[in-house]
Nanobody, 124 residues
Framework: QVQLVESGGGLVQAGGSLRLSCAAS????????MGWFRQAPGKEREFVAG????????DYRDSVKGRFTISRDNAKNTVYLQMNSLKPEDTAVYYC?????????????????WGQGTQVTVSS
């Protein structure tokens, strides 16, 4: 059974940084594009960042461009999300997801596997 396990969430003040990790198991990690999504209370799940299976291509939602960086280490079966200059509106549960394609997609329904999520709370 495929597992995606997120870690690194927590409480941080506005302007601070967090680094999320997502470790994959029971999956040929390099065959999957990866995405990070988030969901705030009462809101729909939204795309945050994506990375191709090779790591050569990345994509971000406009509101996080220049602040967040997605990366992956295929040798460690892990994808990361470095989040800098955090804002209160970044508060949400963050999920990683995997899809068996070369490039990531912004649509959550296109992903095959999901992690359980990690809470990120940014205080003002």
């Amino acid at each position: 059974q495929v597992q995606l396990v997120e870690s690194g969430g927590g409480l941080v003040q506005a302007g601070g940084s967090l680094r999320l990790s997502c470790a994959a198991s029971r999956i040929t990690f390099s065959n999957y594009a990866m995405g990070w999504f988030r969901q705030a209370p009462g809101k729909e799940r939204e795309f945050v960042a994506g990375i191709s299976r090779s790591g050569g291509s990345t994509d971000y939602r406009d509101s996080v461009k220049g602040r967040f960086t997605i990366s992956r280490d295929n040798a460690k079966n892990t994808v990361y999300l470095q989040m800098n200059s955090l804002k209160p509106e970044d508060t949400a549960v963050y999920y990683c997801a995997a899809q068996r394609t070369s490039s990531s997609n912004v649509l959550p329904q296109t992903y095959d596997y999901w992690g359980q999520g990690t809470q990120v709370t940014v205080s003002s």
